[in-house]
């Protein structure tokens, strides 16, 4: 393992990184440059499923358009209490009219509206109805969520990622792609200098773009889960449901 206490993003580190950005995810197409929804959990859960198996859109259309309904429905500039989408778990085809899309999640059980409104109900059952109350979840909270049929892990992480929540497997899925950058660079030692100076490196990379961390995490990952998503043993996952 790769582990020196004296390196630093060098010049071609950074151009490295530079460069395996605007090939995969660059600023000028990638629609995930935004920074999530910190402290409004009501858009994070929204975008998380709506963007599931859907083209994102730009900022007038597409999961944003959601957003901004649900957001003129609220009459509230900050949304941040699950309660108010779970309220309508009784009434989905009104949450449907409310923000105007009618898109299935995966597995065609519901809309992705109604499934919003289950997805909240459930949340704020197992403890979790506020954006804070999300830096300390559990396995239970998790595995609450992912039972839901039409969502799951990738739901889930999409989610978190919004709040600003960084689970270990967005943890990994960013030093991949930080060593898939190296990779021409360093060959062997890729991983293990993205191990120990991914968030050196990715600082350097914001720095240099002019952009926020946040952003930059949120089109990484969004890189990696669709196009570089590890590919798990088929016995796990058939026992964890995807969205």
């Avoid at 660059?26 to 959990?41: C, D, L, M, N, T």
Wanted: aromatic share 6%; charged share 20%; with cysteine.
């Amino acid at each position: 393992m790769y582990s020196s206490v004296t390196d630093t993003c060098t010049e071609d580190k950074l151009d490295a990184m530079l460069l395996h950005i605007e090939s995969t995810a660059p600023q000028s197409r990638s629609p995930h440059w935004a920074p999530g929804w910190r402290g409004e959990s009501e858009v994070a859960l929204l975008d998380a499923i709506f963007s599931a198996r859907a083209p994102y859109g730009g900022p007038t259309s597409g999961v944003r358009a959601v957003v901004q309904r649900w957001r003129s429905h609220r009459g509230d500039n900050r949304l941040d209490d699950l309660t108010t989408l779970a309220e309508l778990t009784t009434t989905p085809d009104l949450l449907v009219e409310i923000l105007s899309n009618r898109q299935l999640v995966p597995g065609n059980s519901r809309t992705k509206g109604a499934a919003a409104a289950v997805a909240a109900q459930t949340l704020v059952s197992v403890g979790l109805s506020r954006s804070s109350d999300f830096e300390q979840h559990t396995e239970y909270q998790f595995e609450a969520f992912c039972a839901i049929p039409g969502l799951g892990e990738t739901t889930w992480e999409c989610m978190l990622m919004h709040l600003g929540v960084r689970t270990d497997t967005a943890a990994e899925h960013l030093r991949s792609f930080v060593a898939d950058a190296l990779e021409p660079l360093h060959h062997d030692l890729a991983a293990g200098i993205a191990e120990d100076r991914s968030p050196l490196i990715l600082a350097a990379a914001v720095h240099a773009l002019g952009t926020d961390l946040a952003s930059l995490e949120h089109a990484i990952w969004r890189y990696q889960h669709k196009l570089r998503r590890p590919k798990k043993p088929q016995s796990e996952a058939a026992l964890r449901p995807t969205g």
